[in-house]
T-cell receptor, first 113, second 112 residues
Framework: SQTIHQWPATLVQPVGSPLSLECTVE??????LYWYRQAAGRGLQLLFY??????ISSEVPQNLSASRPQDRQFILSSKKLLLSDSGFYLC????????????FGPGTRLTVT | GQQLNQSPQSMFIQEGEDVSMNCTSS?????WLWYKQDPGEGPVLLIA?????ELTSNGRLTAQFGITRKDSFLNISASIPSDVGIYFC????????????FGAGTRLTVKP
């Protein structure tokens, strides 16, 4: 069966510091991968998605970036965090080309102070 | 852009009651998805709908894809305390299948 991992689970970082969040998927090959951000009490906002290694599409302009160095690894980064980057970051995967059903990881709670 | 509007924003019900919530859009969606999110966790897919008029059940949950393709509803029968959480509708935009839009959610509280 497929599983998706995210770490760290929680993170407190000062403004201006760098960020690296990692997501890995097990039990599937060639997945589509997604990064979402969820503000408190709100819905999910798509940040990036990837349909293959090295292929990144951005949905929202911001100071975040994403990379996909391996088939089942998706990384969310920032060089300098802003207060507004605080939120709950969720990674998701879906089966490429055949399904709109996305499956989410446990999330990372980021607080920028 | 294609936006999803969920109502009600929150619900407080007694254990055993039935629940109904809905999701509407001014644009057509060709797929509707319903997720549940427990506090501090990622959303879990409950039901996926792919055809207009489709009615699909998953245990005590039933969801329908509206005929106009601009709405969907989710019903929960005989609610139990573990139904507590936030329920989201979602759907891919028509111009980019990877661009998934989510509603703001319906927060459900079940009183024992």
């Amino acid at each position: 069966s497929q599983t998706i991992h995210q770490w760290p689970a929680t993170l407190v970082q000062p403004v201006g510091s760098p960020l690296s969040l990692e997501c890995t998927v097990e039990g599937t090959s060639n997945p589509n991968l997604y990064w979402y951000r969820q503000a408190a009490g709100r819905g999910l906002q798509l940040l990036f998605y990837s349909v293959g290694i090295g292929q990144i599409s951005s949905e929202v302009p911001q100071n975040l970036s994403a990379s996909r160095p391996q088939d089942r690894q998706f990384i969310l980064s920032s060089k300098k965090l802003l207060l507004s980057d605080s939120g709950f970051y969720l990674c998701a995967w879906s089966v490429r080309l055949s399904s709109y059903e996305q499956y989410f990881g446990p999330g990372t709670r980021l607080t920028v102070t | 852009g294609q936006q999803l509007n969920q109502s009600p924003q929150s619900m407080f019900i007694q254990e055993g009651e039935d629940v109904s919530m809905n999701c509407t859009s001014s644009s057509i969606f060709n797929t509707w998805l319903w997720y549940k999110q427990d506090p501090g966790e990622g959303p879990v897919l409950l039901i996926a709908l792919y055809k207009a008029g489709e009615l699909t059940s998953n245990g005590r949950l039933t969801a329908q894809f509206g005929i106009t393709r601009k709405d969907s509803f989710l019903n929960i029968s005989a609610s139990i305390p573990s139904d507590v959480g936030i329920y989201f509708c979602a759907g891919p935009t028509n111009y980019n299948n990877n661009d998934m839009r989510f509603g703001a959610g319906t927060r459900l509280t079940v009183k024992p």
